[in-house]
């Protein structure tokens, strides 16, 4: 990177990880050329509307393998399909719920879905730190690769 550029990174969680996805497959040409952003971080998104598209070539997704509400398989699905797979990373934390980063769900929460299901939102601190060093991770080692 020369001194003027700055890498720009997208994070988004759940529905916001979703606007990510969606922006991208809609405006693809646009982030096809020259522009800042160098890659994205989505947790727990809802990964099943995107699963036939290219999606954002560097990706980092984290999620959990007991989130129900945006399983984690569909996200498996996506990039298994992806042209970009050597850029991409997928994190599944084991044990972990939807919305296991938030702390106001350190009392477990209910969420009645749009499907008609119920889901449950725990907050766990183990998840929490591990997705923080995932994300730390991915940035050093994205910005090494942009110098």
């Known amino acids: 990177l020369s001194k003027k550029e700055t890498p720009v ?59 129900y509400r945006s399983p984690i398989t569909e996200c498996q699905r ?8 050597s850029k991409q990373t997928l994190h599944i934390l084991k044990g972990a719920t939807h919305a296991f980063d938030v702390q106001e769900f350190k009392i477990p929460q209910k969420l009645r879905g749009e499907d008609g299901i119920t889901h449950e939102l725990i907050y766990s601190p183990k998840h929490y730190s591990k997705s923080q060093s995932l994300v730390l991770q991915f940035l050093n080692h994205q910005i090494k690769q942009s110098r």
């Open 9 to 67: 990174f997208l994070m988004g969680f759940s529905m916001g990880g979703y606007s990510i996805l969606k922006v991208f497959v809609q405006y693809k040409k646009y982030f096809q050329n020259k522009n800042p952003l160098k890659g994205s971080i989505l947790f727990y998104p809802r990964c099943r509307d995107f699963v036939e598209h290219q999606v954002i070539p560097v990706l980092l997704i984290i999620g959990g393998d007991q989130d």
């Open 78 to 85: 996506m990039l298994a399909m992806s042209p970009f797979k």
